[in-house]
């Protein structure tokens, strides 16, 4: 069982999410995240999944995507040949703490403070799972008031040419 990433270019029609999140829970995939977007075609949305499972149960997943008829390309991410990101913003308390070592916890890890409001910071961070969960760990003794994180995005590396008329 690993991690495995798949983005969908679908027609940007109504209904095309429940169908395709409809198919997952038909063949008992769990949806660890989606994003949902638009492109830089109007009529096309980009959808991407992270699931976990094995290559088999991945491997028909796709199949059983890419006959939708509202799917005009499905393809598996490779992270080394791709950037995979995920976004978080969090709301740590500053009452009672260091504030300044919070702060260098928050540089070393590249993220931004973006809000001081009277007793917190809100802090985001653009990276990679992996980065995400490691700064969450790394300010575990910090009390978060609030947190919210977004499903991952992906794009392949280089310039690919979508052909999906």
């Known amino acids: 069982m690993k991690k495995q990433c798949m983005v969908i270019l679908v027609e940007n029609n109504a209904g ?9 829970m ?9 994003t949902v977007s638009s492109t830089e075609n109007p009529k096309i949305s980009r959808i991407t999944v992270m699931t976990t499972g094995d290559q088999k149960n991945f491997s028909q997943i796709l199949k059983q995507t890419a006959k939708l008829i509202e799917t005009k390309m499905i393809f598996s991410v490779e992270p080394s040949f791709s950037l995979i ?3 978080l913003l ?7 703490v260091d504030a300044e070592a919070l702060k260098k916890i ?8 973006i809000d001081i409001t009277s007793g917190c910071f809100v802090v985001e961070l653009s ?10 760990e790394a300010t575990e003794g910090y009390e978060k008031i609030e947190m919210c994180r977004s499903g991952a995005i992906a794009m392949e590396r280089g ?4 052909d999906i008329n």
């Open 85 to 87: 990101r995920e976004l």
């Open 16 to 24: 095309v999410l429940a169908r395709v999140t409809s198919l997952f």
């Open 159 to 162: 310039k690919v040419d979508y």
């Open 106 to 113: 928050i540089e070393s890890f590249g993220a931004s403070i």
């Open 127 to 136: 990276a990679s799972s992996q980065k995400i969960d490691d700064f969450l």
């Open 90 to 96: 969090a709301k740590f308390s500053t009452d009672r």
């Open 26 to 34: 038909q063949r008992g995939f769990n949806i660890d995240s989606l």
